[in-house]
């Protein structure tokens, strides 16, 4: 699984984790001289139509905290010790000069941590455009009609905030980049699914997380020589057992955690990481209204997640993923003090408790460091799946 030093992919994954681990946005930065005078937004998890800010000609840029690599300092003094860890370090990177690089901020209305967090940048920054993001959590008519209003407001927003308008072809010209982001996330997926060990879930994620701060044009080549790299390496199957990793959609984990598992014995062969490159499961429309195509995608081809509120049985999402990964077991992975994920999870678990699916449960923050009870918790379920079939 470990890339050959010196090689075109060995690079690739390089310049990708370096990305990763770049919480100073210096990416950002360099783009916006490269660019005098454009902006760049920031977007907290999980999910934004980034391109509404591709259109008005502003970087989209996604805000996942500072994982392991930033020491929280002043961001302790904002929140209470029984929220999750990510507004913390959201906090910390703001007050040290991290984000001075984006010029506005978007919080979706994913719970009520982000939703508290979105006014504790209004009163930090009260000079810097922050806009709340309501998502709808009707999926019919009326969820139609609230979000396109939504959507609307929003681009007469950033056309305030560059001052220039953009017409619906500049919509439709970024929808079709973002398409095939999406297409390239997915191919990517599905490779991983049908051949884990070309594809180990530490290089795709670092992959991912480079469109962050990386223009969707340079992101796009980036996935497409990374296929084709990965493709080729010549790496070798192992026996290992598939997992599908459920519950982290918004604080993100660390990426030494991501290694741990595939080191203790896991293909990771899904996920619900980044769940926001993914969301829609399908081609945003092109024809007729652009905003309106945003808007039925979103209501129509939304995968099952914790924030989203659809009238089905909890689960059923998860099994067909099972399912269609040909997964072994499940690792319930969320973080700690997550509403939405803790919520959700008793009635996954029961879903897979029903078909007889093997899982265990753990929990961590962004900044964990020490892995060796998660790694001995994930072998022992993977040497168990492997010897016995069940854990």
């Not at 396109?148 to 001052?163: H, I, N, P, Q, V």
């Amino acid at each position: 699984m470990v890339v050959a030093e010196g090689t075109a992919l060995g690079a690739l994954v390089e310049r990708a984790e370096a990305l990763y681990h770049d919480v100073a946005f210096e990416a950002v930065r360099e783009w916006k001289e490269a660019n005098p005078g454009r902006k760049a937004v920031g977007c907290m998890p999980v999910w934004f139509p980034r391109e509404l800010i591709h259109a008005a000609g502003m970087l989209p840029v996604s805000v996942m905290g500072g994982g392991d690599d930033v020491e929280i300092i002043k961001g302790d003094a904002y929140y209470q010790s029984y929220i999750c860890h990510l507004p913390r370090s959201t906090i910390e990177m703001a007050l040290n000069g991290s984000l001075d690089g984006l010029d506005a901020m978007i919080f979706p209305s994913i719970c009520d941590v982000i939703r508290n967090l979105s006014g504790m940048w209004q009163i930090i920054f009260p000079d810097r455009p922050a806009w709340y993001f309501d998502m709808p959590q009707s999926f019919d008519d009326i969820g139609r009609e609230f979000f396109g209003r939504e959507l609307g407001l929003l681009r007469d927003e950033f056309c305030a905030l560059t001052g220039a308008t953009f017409d619906d072809d500049a919509l439709r010209a970024s929808i079709v980049l973002y398409n095939e982001n999406r297409r390239l996330v997915e191919r990517l997926y599905e490779r991983r699914r049908e051949r884990p060990w070309l594809y180990p879930t530490q290089e795709l994620y670092v992959m991912l997380r480079a469109g962050d701060q990386l223009p969707v044009e340079k992101h796009n080549e980036l996935l497409e020589e990374y296929l084709t790299l990965a493709g080729d390496s010549g790496r070798h199957p192992i026996d290992n057992a598939r997992v599908v990793v459920v519950g982290s959609f918004c604080e993100q984990p660390p990426l030494n955690l991501i290694r741990t598992i595939e080191r203790a014995g896991c293909y990771i062969v899904d996920d619900d990481f980044l769940l926001g490159n993914r969301l829609v499961a399908s081609d945003v429309p092109t024809e007729g209204d652009p905003v309106r195509g945003i808007v039925d995608s979103f209501i129509d081809d939304a995968r099952e997640a914790s924030f989203l509120f659809k009238e089905h049985e909890k689960g059923s999402e998860l099994l067909r993923r099972i399912e269609v990964a040909n997964a072994e077991g499940v690792l319930f992975c969320a973080p700690s003090f997550c509403d939405p994920a803790l919520l959700d999870q008793p009635m996954l678990v029961k879903a897979v408790e029903s078909k007889g699916i093997s899982y265990t449960c753990f929990k961590y923050a962004e900044n964990t460091g020490q892995f060796q009870v998660i790694r001995e918790q994930a072998g022992t379920f993977a040497d168990s799946i492997k010897l016995w079939g069940v854990a």
